[in-house]
């Protein structure tokens, strides 16, 4: 792929400059990293292994203690060298101008890119910029490399888009039902993140989904059966573990049955204890046994594991008493993000962050503001209420990790490996035949399914259209409508939006006479909405009519008159382009409900249940 960087950075680089040297750390970690890159739950600890690394830790100031246990955002393309806008952004938020500046003045141990921060434009951005923040972290003073974070989930949550290879998310793999093929995207995932700089991965989603209603897991759930989510969260931690990059498993100690977003509100889970071993708990204990490189706090009530009222993120007996006592994991603890309403409701952001260290928190994500947090923990450290040694503890646990990833040797990204890795013909193969696996029809009555070019040659594509995930070429009705015309259709894109007004309803049953079949996208729709109409009108028309959930699969409930229904749960381009496959009959539909579907007018009963898919 062509270089088109426009970063530059304490590293010179500039788009094709020479990356920095290769250097070791510090010579008391020579030769660790050789003895800590094999995945944790097959390694046995190298003799020396935490001796080294508290001398390392023994000569660090408390202040650069307090950093090592932040990861922050920050704005811009490069280390040294944004864009107005984005310096203004830091000043305003942070209160430096750039990451080399937030580096040295809070010697921070981790950074999270975003796609909003202006972190991800391309691979060779990103590569520079990982390497110009490793920089100014080793200019410091008995400087450390940093975990650099983000959430690649793929499907709805992605933070680096195109060229990089997007997978189906995580509900899709549920309906794939292949270990190797969560196995497959977590090592080729992994080894794109680990080109770019990229060493932490917040993913995979360990939440049990069994609440439709739930606003902010749904579809990045891998399904209902917690055996089943289980295996596909080992899988896919073992193949970032091939790759060398972290996982995480999130969000403990489960936010699967929630009705509540925890970024706008305070979520309660009211499973019993002995629910909560049987559901919740098993993927978590899946992803320890794999060993998950990171755990992820929730920022949920969960009154059967702890009766205080504190969110999960702050709770003592939660985190060290069933995470790290019960289940035995003593890796590294990160919190949530921060910044969510679910962890500041009860308190203060000048207290949080000392009662997640005190709950047995390691990594705090991302505060709103990382001076009042910064000096909060500092603060209590210095009135006794943390211990020094407490947090010594912590860094301990993020040394080690980063040990094991090798970032104490070298924690470069070497950027020759971008052109070899990152969305390679052979990396978006892979992820169009597992997407092909995934997509599933929910109901095909009349053998509606698949079209031919010959018997329906113009097809109208209508339908929701939100906003695409990062880095995907969107929107979903025009994707769809390309992908069919590739395939020997005419095919015509209308976008309806999702919530269609009179007049746009009507504007799509005018182009549907002029279709021979219609396919609308449809994305979550609710009892007596205006999706839910629109679909009703088209109906009249007469056209063959197919309805692709291009979300949650909960919409085939809605919609009782459609003869054929697909489930992609998604809208990235690997997934939609998978379901015009299907819809044209080039690959036969394999995909098998992850969760059930209860019926609309009587959510007791089951409508589809977990394992429903048809095929041709």
Known sequence: ????????????????????????????????????????????????????????????????????????RVYGHSATAPDQADIDANLKEIGV????????????????????????????????????????????????PVLIATDQEHGAVCRVGKPATLFPGAMAIGAGRSRSDAHTLGRISGAELRAMGINQDYSPDADVNVNPLNPI????????????????????????????????AKHFPGHGDTAVDSHTGFPVITHSRDLWEKLDAVPFRSAIDAGIDSVMTAHIQFPALDDSGDPATLSRPILSGIL???????????????????????????????????????????????????????KAVHDGELTESRLDESILRI?????????????????????????????????????????TLLVNEDRTLPFAPRTEP???????DPASPSGTTGPPTAVLAAALTELGFTATALSTGTSPSAATIAQAVAAAQDADAVIVATYNVTAGSAQQTLVDHLLA??????????RNPYDVAQLPAVKACLASYGWTDVEVRAAA?????????????????????????????????LTY
């Open 1 to 72: 792929m062509p270089d088109t960087s426009t970063g530059s950075d304490t590293t010179g680089s500039t788009g094709n400059t020479a990356r920095p040297s290769r250097r070791a750390v510090l010579t008391a970690t020579a030769g660790l990293t050789a003895a800590l890159t094999v995945p944790t739950a097959a390694r046995a600890a190298a003799p020396g292994e935490d001796r080294r690394l508290r001398a390392l830790i023994s000569r660090m100031t408390l202040e650069e203690k307090v950093g090592q246990l932040f990861v922050m």
């Open 97 to 144: 101008r750039t990451a080399a500046e937030l580096i040295a003045k809070y010697r921070v141990g981790g950074i999270i890119y975003f796609t909003w921060a202006h972190n991800t434009r391309d691979p060779h951005q990103i590569a520079d910029l990982s390497a110009g923040i490793q920089q100014a972290c080793l200019d410091q003073p008995r400087g450390l």
């Open 217 to 248: 897991i749904g579809v990045r759930s891998f399904g209902a059966d917690p055996d089943a989510v289980a295996a596909l969260v080992a899988a896919e931690v073992r193949g970032y573990q091939e790759s060398r990059v972290a996982a995480t």
């Open 324 to 378: 790290r006592g019960e289940l035995g994991y003593d890796g590294v603890v990160i919190t949530d993000s921060l910044g969510m309403e679910g962890v500041r409701t009860k308190y203060g952001d000048d207290r949080v962050p000392v009662l997640a260290l005190k709950a047995g928190v390691d990594q705090l994500l991302n505060p709103p503001y990382l001076d009042v947090a910064w000096n909060a923990v500092l």
């Open 399 to 439: 040394l080690r990790l980063k040990a094991r990833l090798g970032l104490l040797d070298d924690p470069y990204p070497d950027r020759t490996r971008i052109e070899r890795t990152v969305g390679t013909k052979a990396h978006l193969a892979a992820a169009d035949r597992i997407a092909e696996r995934t997509t």
């Open 458 to 464: 113009r097809l109208l594509v209508v339908g929701a």
């Open 541 to 550: 028309t007469g056209s063959p009519l197919v309805a692709l959930a291009v």
């Open 581 to 613: 496959r299907v819809i044209a009959g080039r690959v036969a539909p394999r995909g098998r409900l992850p969760v059930p579907v209860q019926r609309a007018d009587d959510p007791t009963q089951v409508l589809y249940p977990i394992g429903h898919g």
